[in-house]
């Protein structure tokens, strides 16, 4: 298994290795879009909007809720559970990304998460926006606020060294409050965050999902998990 942010490693190639030493006949693409860095490599695809001109087997559905994945269970019922499940940059932008943490094990007999770091994430993003003669407001530099725009959620993996855990941080308003985080660094060299899993997936939301019970609480306990793991 390999948890990593390092710059050196391309985890992509490796995934792409692994699938074909493996002979793998049956890889799912969780979220994914045509054009994507698994084209070639999946042969199944996830998807609420998803690209009909794909020459992938494609599943329309919406990830969050049971009912998005009802042709993928019929699939997994009479063909058995897929040998590899991808979901790259799919996590950090759903509303519920427990239920598909969930899913995958019972889909897939193995996987792989990719997403940004947490040190990408809660960095400040220079954003320009061009003119709108329309909505004069918006044009300029946005600097008011930390990471992706459309990003909900913070990753972190923490307990390498025994049995890695999944963490999710909700990206909470109070994060841009936060000035004293110095080991955050946009270092365009760090790579992403890389999680393989098999059989199972160990995970955790922060504070198991409960934002309190008070405002230093939360800052305390994102000050001091965010620290942790990678």
Known sequence: MIYNIEPQFDS???????????QFTRVLDVGGSYGNWTKGYSTHFLDINPNLDSPLKVFIGDINDEYGWEEVMQDVIANGKFDFAIASHVLEDIRNPVYV??????IAKEGYIIGPNKHFELSYVENVVERDDINPP??????????FCHHRW???IQ???TTPVYCLFPKLPMILCISDWEWVNRNSELGE???WWKDSIKF???????????PKFIFDLYRSELLRGI
């Open 101 to 106: 943490l969930k899913k995958l094990p019972q």
């Open 154 to 156: 913070i990753m972190s």
């Open 138 to 147: 918006l044009c300029g530099v946005i600097r008011s606020y930390r990471g």
């Open 204 to 214: 955790k939301v922060i504070n198991n999902d409960f934002i309190g019970p008070s």
């Open 159 to 161: 307990d390498m060294e």
């Open 12 to 22: 992509r190639l490796a995934v792409k290795q692994y699938i074909v030493e493996k």
């Open 193 to 195: 965050l890389s999680f």
